[in-house]
């Protein structure tokens, strides 16, 4: 039996979430344009940025910092565990995805300039252009090949940059299945979520794509995460569920308890248990 938690935090739009090294969950409120804060058992705090910012993805970084996107303020983010926020202008890209890489950097993708980007801790910015355009690059991830793997939404692709900057693109089987969310799997492949197909995909390093549907294909997947153990857990958002698969495909789902409550991003929290933001205003915890 899957239990969900359902925990209200102040602000507006909870959207993605991050475990930090300093044991606490982190989200961004997209809407009220603020970074949250909870340690499980507590309440939670946040800190203000611009209210029209529009803070997206967040993940914590290579120098103990959690650092975010700004997609309506084309800025890169980085507060500190102690609340001390740095933001980093760039040019009008809208950013969305950002993932540390293993090369010590942080590296973002760039919705509406067909680039990634890279920054270092230090804010030294550098960007790579896509070889196609309208892509609208979105999730990104560190591969265990070295790489940077992110979903090329509007290409309908799975994209790799290498840390020279070439790019290799990977169409995927199933048009228009806009691909959003992508995570390192525990067997060494991508896993990444087709929000328009319903269905979850999974990439090995050397290009290969499988892709599971789920038993609703209009639940709309949003993120993915790994779960800690041989599974993958992922949100339906149009579907008002979180689900899990396992490496060999095995799905299962499990409803939410507050009808329309808008999953969007999954991390593993600091407890051990799965936590949703869900852009009603709370975050769910969800203990298989």
């Known amino acids: 039996m ?16 991050t475990t930090g090294f300093d044991g606490a969950l982190w989200y961004t409120l997209v809407h009220s344009g603020q970074i949250g804060r909870l340690v499980p058992g507590e309440q939670p705090t946040s800190y203000q940025l611009d209210p029209e910012s529009g803070p997206t993805i967040i993940v914590a970084g290579p120098d103990g910092a959690l650092w975010f996107t700004e997609y309506k303020a084309h800025r890169i983010g980085r507060i500190t565990t102690g609340g001390a926020v740095t933001e980093f202008p760039l040019p009008e890209c809208g950013p969305y995805g ?7 950097a942080l590296w973002f993708t760039e919705t509406a ?3 990634i980007g890279r920054i270092t801790t230090d804010g030294e ?19 265990p090949d070295g790489g940077m793997w992110f979903t090329l939404n509007q290409a309908n692709a799975i994209g790799r940059i ?4 070439a790019v290799t693109v990977h169409p995927i089987p199933t048009e228009a299945a806009a691909p959003v969310g992508i995570a390192a799997g525990p067997d060494g492949a991508l896993w990444f979520v087709e929000i328009a197909a319903g269905q979850i995909g999974r990439i090995t390093v050397d290009g290969q794509v499988a892709e599971f549907p789920l038993p609703d294909r209009t639940s709309r997947p949003h993120a993915i995460a790994p779960g800690g153990d041989s599974a993958l857990w992922f949100t339906e958002w149009g579907g ?20 329309g409550s808008e999953p969007h991003g999954i991390a593993l929290g600091p407890d051990s248990a799965l936590w949703t933001a869900l852009e009603h205003g709370a975050l769910a915890r969800i203990t298989p």
């Open 113 to 115: 300039a067909d680039r």
């Open 98 to 104: 950002i993932a540390a890489g293993s090369d010590g």
């Open 162 to 165: 290498g840390q020279d900057g």
């Open 2 to 17: 899957t239990a969900v938690e359902e925990h209200a935090v102040p602000g507006n739009g909870p959207y993605a979430i």
């Open 125 to 143: 910015v550098a960007e790579f252009p896509l070889p196609t355009t309208g892509a609208f690059p979105s999730a990104i991830t560190a591969g």
């Open 240 to 259: 008002n569920r979180v689900g899990s698969i396992t490496t060999d495909g095995a799905i299962a789902t499990h409803d939410l308890p507050t009808p």
